[in-house]
């Protein structure tokens, strides 16, 4: 039988063109991957975008379907185009162009995790890099897409909030006046979605009293890019949240009050559903 490649909960009945994902927060470490890997069970963890999955999970409530990947992001990265292929990695394959993302590293199958340690002791066979995007990435991308299609049959609109967290050290060149962000919302610079739409996405987090910036330090990868068709009533945008509000990243734990802040998230999904009501979604989309 293949392996899942992701978990969807659906709501009873869609009620909203929005639909919440989240690629990097799958934590099925298959085995025969951590036995080839140099770092421990807590290292190679360090690139999950952990417990984003848990943040989110209300979304249906609110009449949204909620995509999360179950494979981890240092097995296959879903934020990366499959022909994002590193030959430093992976036998058989040849550079054909600069890719800065895969120069460091970070292609479909990453090299190394957080702060660029190294996830292998030598390279793989280009047949395990297929077939990791075989298994979990083309599905998770065809059901994404789907959902998308499925928004715009329905609602006119597709509008797809593409869930994340982000490292609290990697806020200190976002920082004005000594002031950190807490969400960076990537939009690709206004390319991936209506500005009304992403205008009413940061209302929703700034109404939850949280501080908000836009595209530094992150714009958006391949997901936002690859989604983000404005012109065809499909928007895409990127959240990401501090970890640093919700657990402790060095030991990947839960902060005693998760509840708490999974609450004021809660309020914000609300909201952000709400965009992509209908009445809402049509003036969203003027």
Not at 112 to 133: L, Q, S
Not at 252 to 276: E, Q
Request: net charge neutral.
């Amino acid at each position: 039988m293949p392996p899942d490649a992701y978990s969807i909960a659906l709501p009873r009945r869609r009620t909203t063109a929005v639909v919440f994902a989240s690629p990097h927060s799958g934590r099925a470490y298959p085995e025969s991957f951590l036995a080839t890997s140099r770092l421990d069970s807590l290292a190679i963890r360090s690139s999950e975008d952990a417990f984003v999955d848990l943040l989110y999970d209300r979304a249906p409530d609110f009449g949204a379907p909620f995509l999360t990947a179950l494979a981890p992001r240092a097995y296959v990265d879903l934020n990366r185009a499959p022909e994002e292929l590193d030959p430093a990695l992976i036998a058989g394959v040849r550079r054909i162009s600069q890719n800065p993302r895969v120069s460091s590293g970070l292609g479909v199958i990453p090299r190394v995790v957080a702060g660029g340690r190294a996830i292998y002791t030598g390279r793989i066979p280009i047949e395990d890099a297929h077939d990791r995007i075989s298994a979990y990435w083309r599905p998770y991308h065809d059901r994404l897409q789907t959902l998308l299609d499925e928004s715009r049959r329905d609602f006119g609109m597709g509008i797809l909030i593409d869930c994340h967290s982000m490292p609290h050290e990697a806020l200190d060149q976002a920082s004005q006046n000594g002031t950190r962000p807490e969400i960076v919302i990537g939009d690709r610079f206004g390319a991936a979605a209506s500005p009304r739409i992403v205008e009413a996405v940061e209302a929703a987090f700034v109404a939850a009293g949280l501080r908000v910036a836009r595209n530094n330090p992150f714009a958006g990868a391949y997901i936002t890019q690859a989604y983000g068709r404005p012109s065809r009533h499909q928007h895409a945008i990127q959240v990401e949240v501090d970890r640093a509000l919700y657990m402790h990243e060095a030991t990947l734990t839960l902060r005693p009050d998760f509840a708490d802040f999974k609450a004021l998230i809660t309020g914000v999904l609300s909201r952000i559903a709400a965009i992509g009501a209908p009445q809402a979604g049509q003036l969203a989309a003027e």
